[in-house]
């Protein structure tokens, strides 16, 4: 039984198995191209439903245009496993070959790096696997306050910053709009947070997310029409772990970058040599 363990161990943590994964994924990924293009309409309900709703429902009735998408978490997870053997193997001797401790800092800061990616992508995992929506749809129109259905919060949307396209390269894109920013103020009793929103640009408050849908106007003709946003709002189940993860990526920079300047200003080591070192 030991002996599988380690053989599978070993297996794990081989370069061998990230080449190949690796080279799976390129491959996976550009039949994931052919495959969504035309069916783009087939994967947008994903970020609403989440991945586990969407697998039952959408994926089940289209397998042949799906199946990429189920290849890709598969292989990921063996990404995954296999950084974290590889991680795990080199971070545990260091503990016994390392006598200072500046020297341990350093080359631990680098792994904590590799388990705080780790962290980072099973939070993303969990987000888009079980996403918790908290409602379909929100409007907000400027001057008026909204409701939260479900709390005692209240929206408003205090002012908008809407970039409209201007050029003679693309005329089909001329008076559109190209980029939008929102402020917006969430009010509960006599709290009051503002936030700004935007494209890819969500707002989180007290775990809700707030996420921009459509806004308008969209068009410069249209301007002097009262700007609204629609929002969708979700409990992200994975904030805590990729955030966790993000700030235990930061963390072990700090320690790298500080370690490396130190030793640079006493002219003892060489970044490059030490990082070969790790």
Known sequence: ????????????????????????????????????????????????????????????????????????????FILAINTLTCTTSKALPLFKRCRGHGSLILKLSMHVMHYALIIILFGLLASYTFPGRYTSSLIAVKGEYTRIPGTKMHLELISSDIDYYHGNRMRYLEGRAISARFIIAISSGEMTRTGTIGINSPFFLRGLGFYLEDFGPKNNSSMNDTPYIRLQIKRDRGTIIYLSGTLLFMIGLILYLFHVSFKKQDGKTNPISTIEEA
């Open 1 to 76: 039984m030991a002996v599988t363990l380690g053989r599978i161990w070993r297996i794990m943590k081989g370069v061998h198995l990230a080449v190949i994964t690796m080279f799976l994924l390129a491959a996976d990924m550009a039949a994931g191209y052919v495959c969504l293009k035309g069916n783009e309409d087939l994967f947008d309900p994903l970020n609403r439903l989440g991945f586990t709703r969407w697998s039952s429902t959408y994926a089940t009735v289209y397998p042949q245009d799906t199946w990429w998408l189920f290849l890709l978490f598969g292989l990921l």
